[in-house]
């Protein structure tokens, strides 16, 4: 039963992703009939401020012996370090060795892979810091796609909202739906989101060589015309064989998907942007009707175009999310 949580606190952590650990299980709901929590805010020492990311200073009332019998350790976001100090990663260890449940929100999960925790564990962070963590801890599962990773007693959040998310999943498997749904009404969030960070990360241009520059220009700007790679390679003025082989070293995929990764990203631009059908986008972009572009949308993204279009579009058919 989730009746004890201790958000544990290191110098420069992020005040937003505190601030969701204190609206999940700080506030008292019990009106709206949500089981109350103990809510402790715990750091090495107790009564000694603490830096946030923006300079603003915290005095947390608990030192790390509130953590020896807390259903919960909750670990926000903080500035990434070399090193975090070892009292609080000890005492996040022996938390977890008797049983605790521990979460982190964003880059909460670089200190929570200074414990070794993470080692052999699927886990997730914020897609931004995915490769440098993937870099420190290459034992831990990492998955830079989802927006959160429920692994049993270790809960990993993407960035920012999506602690949001971990948070209400995890009251949602530990007390039911209706506490859950209570907390989201209160926050003016939905209960639980589609989809994964996939349609949060910017697509940027794959880098290429002078050769197939221009080539590749002209298929940004003729993205409705059907292509075939004999047709290209006779653009480029170069035999099909040399033409796949060079594609794929300068751009590291093939002439197909890398057209079907540029249609995509016109997609999400024409979604945010315009009002136009899903099936006019789908023609407009190449893909010819709306089911393959659904296709195509959600292997790249990890939603359906209406679900993007309904978190990013700047229209009135709905308000970009921030």
């Not at 807390?70 to 990434?80: E, G, H, K, R």
């Not at 997730?124 to 599962?141: I, L, N």
């Not at 959040?157 to 602690?163: D, E, I, P, Y």
Request: with cysteine; charged share 25%; aromatic share 6%.
């Amino acid at each position: 039963m989730l009746k004890t949580v201790a958000a544990v606190l290191v110098d420069e952590f992020a005040p937003f992703e505190f601030g969701v650990l204190c609206e999940v299980f700080g506030v008292d709901r019990t009106d709206d009939g949500v089981p109350p929590f103990e809510f402790r805010v715990c750091a090495e020492q107790a009564n000694v401020p603490l830096r946030t990311s923006l300079g603003v200073s915290l005095i947390p009332e608990y030192d790390l012996s509130a953590l020896d019998d807390a259903d919960l350790v909750a670990i926000p976001a903080c500035n990434i370090r070399d090193e975090y100090p070892e009292p609080v990663l000890d005492a996040i260890r022996k938390a977890s060795a008797r049983g605790a449940t521990v979460l982190t929100v964003c880059s909460g999960a670089f200190l929570l892979g200074a414990t070794g925790l993470l080692d052999g564990r699927l886990c997730t962070t914020h897609w931004r810091h995915a490769a440098d963590f993937a870099d420190r801890f290459p034992d831990a599962k990492l998955d830079p796609d989802v927006l959160f990773v429920d692994d049993g007693d270790i809960i990993t959040s993407a960035g920012t909202a999506a602690g949001i998310d971990a948070c209400l999943h995890l009251v949602r498997r530990e007390l039911g739906s209706g506490p859950a749904a209570a907390i989201a009404r209160r926050m003016v969030v939905p209960p639980q989101r589609d989809g994964g960070q996939r349609q949060y990360v910017e697509l940027p241009m794959p880098q290429t060589g002078d050769s197939l520059e221009p080539v590749l220009t002209w298929m940004i700007e003729h993205l409705a015309v059907e292509h075939t790679v004999a047709d290209l390679a006779k653009r480029a003025q170069m035999s099909e064989r040399t033409f796949a082989r060079r594609f794929v070293a300068e751009t590291g995929t093939t002439p197909l998907r890398w057209l079907s990764t540029q249609r995509v990203m016109h997609a999400q631009r024409l979604l945010e942007e315009t009002s136009l059908s899903i099936e006019d986008i789908a023609q407009q972009c190449g893909f010819g009707g709306a089911a393959l572009l659904r296709h195509h949308f959600n292997k790249v993204v990890g939603v359906g175009p209406k679900d993007y279009r309904r978190t990013f579009a700047a229209s009135p058919k709905g308000q970009k999310s921030g």
